[in-house]
């Protein structure tokens, strides 16, 4: 009976570590697919701002429509357990200033949603998409771990 | 109070001397400008791309135009007249040490070889940049980017933020130097590369600078430019 017990709770405890390390790495992955999903987004029309690609107002409302709500939920997806625990950039610096942090999300979005209404052809696009990305460039400096 | 009487002789108390021409200390000052517009550029222009990069291009115009001048220039700007072999730069550094260092119209041993690390290393700056591109590849690209490896673009972008760190850190030094030898030591170098003239002292390099010529400086800047805009459009890059 008691053994039984034991491996129980032993069990259940294992059970709860696992799942922790789980949430934490699910959280994680999740805010680096959401990124990922908004990087691929943005090719397109990195291409348009470069002359590269003839302008294509459905492929820039479809990356705006994408920061704003990819703005929104990845604002949850990193929960202070998530510093650590798998694979990410994240600088710790983050838990530090949430606030802070968060804010520059809200920015891109309501950025995002006010390009949205002004982009209608080339010369919109040029004025008013690259503030917007400059919301990615300000976040990464500060709060994304460099490769290089 | 009695203001200073200011002698009509050119007594050796207020005799000045050509130490600089026009087009070195117009190159000087604007590469100040030029590699502070560089970080202001990154630091607060992630949404314009095309401001860091131009600036980066007319960096490297101006640092290739010094390196022209520096054979065809004013006395004082010429390589051959300031790169002291590493002997000669020691034996200032000692003599500076012990306080009793000579007086340079030009740059001292020691002070040629800081121009000639930052003049190597904003060139290399400007060089990495036209292969570096953002981690994502999404904002911001050298014209040079789309015919290399990712593997360079990495390479570069990361030497472009390692020698970044360099320069601030040789910056700081070369300020450093100039505010001491101006402000403690009384020996007006800021003054004289913003005038162009120094007091009389008994030099050890030359009394009197000879100037280069605005003509000769105009043809250096078209080269350079030519080099480096020509350069990268006929490699098929997009400025
Ligand atoms: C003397 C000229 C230049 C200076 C002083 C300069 C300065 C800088 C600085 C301070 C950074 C940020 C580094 C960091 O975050 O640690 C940077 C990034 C960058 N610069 Fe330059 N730069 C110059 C020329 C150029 C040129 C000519 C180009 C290309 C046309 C260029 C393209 C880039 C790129 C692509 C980045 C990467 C941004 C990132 O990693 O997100 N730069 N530069």
Redesign the pocket.
Known sequence: MKLVFRTMLITAAAAIAISGAYAQSAAIAKRKDILKGVGDATKPVAAMLKGEAPFDNAKAQKALATYASAAKELKGLFPADSKTGGDTAALPKIWDEKAKFDAIFDKLAADATAAAGAIKDEASLKANFGKVLGNC?AC??DYRA?KS | MNAPVEKPSASAAGARTLAWDGPTRLFKWSLVL??FD??LS??VGGAYPAW??W???L??TLILFRVLWGFVGGSTARFTNFIALPGRAFAYLRATLAGRPQKYLGHNPLGGWMVMALLGL?GL??VS??F????DRL?????FVKFVSDATVSFA?KW??RI??A?EILVLLHVAANLFATFVKREPLIQGMATGYKPVEPYADEARARPGSWAAAAVCLAIAAAVVFGGILAAGGRL
């Not at chain 2, 570096?132 to 981690?135: L, N």
């Open positions: 460039k990464h400096d460099k | 030029l590699v560089g970080w990154n630091t860091h990069k600036n980066g291009y960096a490297l904003v700056q400007a940049g036209l570096a591109a953002d981690e904002v911001i690209d050298g014209p972008a472009h933020h970044f760190d320069i």
